[in-house]
């Protein structure tokens, strides 16, 4: 770990060169530069392909005037210089962090003091901590929190629904820029906060469930291993399961004794990682619902035989 300021250096030198053997930045930032031009076609020429931004959408919030230029330069930029991008929303966000990935893996992160302007990144007297080498653990924590309390992505619609939506009324009401207006956008996204945010499962149409088996003939899931309470990565064979898709349920199940370990809400997009040569390259993140019955699942005699009376079985 080591400390960064904006007096000997500054965070955006840090960020850039953080980013040099990274594909993916997730920014954290409750307030952001009204224009991203410069920074995203920076890094794209250090082959950063995708950008998570996650930020505050306050109805009513004054800030909304600033973010309507945030969100249609951030989306164009990154279209323009190829970059893929995703931006998800947590309201009660007070954070600023950045953290570097390869391959979907946190390989170094800034927690700081320092939002995403241009102040915040070079002119105001902040201080961070960059994280790299063994700690990245602690970032790989973050995300998952991030995950776990922020809304799903945004959709191109509701994004175009966001802007038009403070664009119109900025053109009825242009004297209220300094004004708390009143402005209602998280009608757009209310549905994108699901069992993580409101504490309970969501069971709307879209919703659907897997039965995932744990382990393999001849790597048996044995009765002494226990699953992660909380996020773990859940692993598909070289056949890519093009089915199973960000904020569906898996059932999961030890191959072997077939007891029922948990059920999983799937928290990220299906990614692609051969790096230690695994029969099992591909890979979703998921959340355990049911994170204190999956530490006493082999005390219990659920298997996966009950299911058949209750659910259409459809193997991943």
């Excluded at 945030?70 to 279209?79: G, K, Q």
């Excluded at 799937?266 to 355990?288: I, Q």
Aim: aromatic share 10%; with cysteine.
């Amino acid at each position: 770990m080591k400390l960064i300021d904006n007096i000997s250096t500054n965070h955006n030198i840090c960020i850039q060169s953080m980013l040099t053997s990274a594909d993916h930045l997730v920014l954290v930032s409750p307030l952001l530069t009204e224009s991203f031009d410069e920074f995203i076609h920076g890094i794209s020429i250090i082959d950063v392909s995708k950008i998570t931004l996650i930020i505050t959408l306050k109805d009513n919030s004054p800030d909304l005037f600033k973010k309507v230029n945030t969100l249609h330069s951030f989306c164009i930029s990154c279209m323009q210089n190829s970059v893929d991008f995703e931006i998800r929303v947590d309201n009660a966000l007070h954070g600023k962090l950045y953290i570097a990935l390869k391959k979907n893996q946190p390989i170094a992160g800034i927690i700081t003091s320092a939002n995403f302007t241009v102040r915040g990144l070079s002119m105001n007297h902040e201080w961070g901590i960059e994280i790299t080498d063994t700690h990245t653990h602690m970032m790989d924590k973050a995300l998952n929190d991030l995950y776990t309390v922020s809304s799903k992505p945004l959709s191109k619609l509701e994004l175009d629904s966001i802007i038009r939506d403070i664009d119109d009324y900025m053109k009825v009401n242009p004297q209220e820029k300094e004004n708390k207006p009143k402005l209602n956008i998280t009608k757009h996204f209310k549905d994108k906060f699901t069992a993580h945010s409101k504490g309970s499962l969501d069971l709307s149409s879209d919703v659907r469930y897997f039965i995932k088996p744990i382990g393999w003939t001849d790597k048996l899931f044995e009765e002494n291993r226990i699953l992660d309470a909380g996020i773990m990565e859940m692993h598909f064979s070289k056949r890519k399961p093009s089915t199973v898709r960000n904020g569906d349920i898996l059932v999961c199940y030890g191959v072997g004794s077939t007891k029922l370990l948990g059920y999983f809400w799937v928290v990220s997009d299906l990614y692609y990682d051969d790096s230690d040569s695994t029969r099992w390259p591909w890979r979703v993140k998921a959340e355990n619902l049911s994170p204190i019955y999956s530490q006493i699942w082999a005390s219990k005699d659920y298997t996966l035989s009950m299911l058949g009376s209750y659910t259409e079985k459809v193997r991943v």
